[in-house]
């Protein structure tokens, strides 16, 4: 195709199409039912062994924290006692943490509350959700906290949801978290919605369970800065597809995602997608988040995957230094400018890529007094497109075409 043009502009390049690539499953899960609290058998030795475990209920009568205050044990919590309540201020301070998560994404944002654990045998005692302080750096877990699985269950229409409990560290010594009250709210409101996710279920992408849990740390806990740290793992790397992991940290990243389609169009989408997550839902028999996607934004929305992530690609050019807020995130300038792929200073431009599905390419062209420009795809697979879309130097952008690769 022939475009007129008259300045310097970016490429995007924008290939999309509905299939998806084979699932991945989330970070590690610990589905036994030994939990910490018993005196062997518990996943990756994550277990209290012979200290005393006592327990707190928070006020709210929603969670119940394990923990120990044995200095012979490697989990020892901090036990100063500032309002000597008897109870540890941080073990206060983790069941408040939790129960504002739970207050604010069940009863605020609307989510299901993590299943009940009443009915099963080691229940942590009753009903309440069950958090385990453990010290996951003297076993040297890279890990700060995570969600321990019960176990599952096929409800009707082919439901699986699961029963959970979480753990969370001890201390957070050595962790770089600027206090242990942000590191506390951090852990509290991410692992907590992975119990939420549970509820709906539990076999979904981890880009997805990882990218949605860290858009509800940052919509019920937006003074936090590790949701806005984490878009780097994707901004740096939009070459790749949406939905292939490239470990945790790009997992991570695409909570980016999650949050542009609740700016884009509603909070209340990440709970419709969550709803169409589940087994039976929109006909498929166990969907894929892209499918549970699709089929909420179709017709409720009349839009569609391809269509958003046309427009995703879009906003994601205008963050950091290029951030606009009113054709792009509200807080865009906090969030990691999108890397450029390729700089061409001169045209012709040959770019021979692999250019995978749900993928984005930023490529900077200098014109250099040329006023016209002819763009044309190459590619061993049949229909299969290719977006392209041209961002001048005031900053505007315009779609210049969708290509259709032919065999």
Known sequence: MKRLLSVPLILALMACQSETASLHHG??????????TAASGAPFNLSFGSAEVE?????SG??????????????QVPVADADSSGVPDYVELVGESVAWAYEEQVNGLGFRAPLSDASTSGNGGDGRYDVYLL???????????????????????????????????????????????TAVK?????????????????NQDETWSEGSAMWAEEEIYP???????????????TDRSLDEPLGLSFSYGTGIWAKFLGEYFERDIIRKIWESCQNGSHGYADPTYLEAIDATLNPAYDSSLTQAFFEFGRWNLFTGSRADSSQSYAQGSAYAEVALYKTALSLPLLLDTWTQYLSTQYLRVGLNGVNSIDVMLQSEHADKELSIYAAQANGSLEKLTTLKAEA
């Open 27 to 36: 970070e590690t899960r610990l589905e036994s039912a030994v939990r910490p």
């Open 223 to 237: 003074e936090q800065t590790d949701f806005e740290g984490a878009t780097y793992a994707y901004m740096s790397k």
């Open 135 to 181: 010290d996951f750096g003297a076993f040297n877990y890279g890990s700060d906290g995570m969600l321990g699985t019960d176990a599952c269950y096929e409800g009707d229409g082919g439901i699986h949801q699961c029963i959970t409990y979480m753990l969370i560290e001890n201390d957070f010594a050595q962790y770089g978290y600027p206090n242990i009250e």
């Open 62 to 75: 929603m969670v119940r924290v394990h923990y120990t205050a044995d200095g012979n044990s490697a989990h």
């Open 55 to 59: 327990t707190f209920d928070d006020a």
């Open 186 to 202: 951090i852990l509290a409101s991410h692992e907590f919605f992975h119990a939420i996710q549970n509820a709906y279920d539990e």
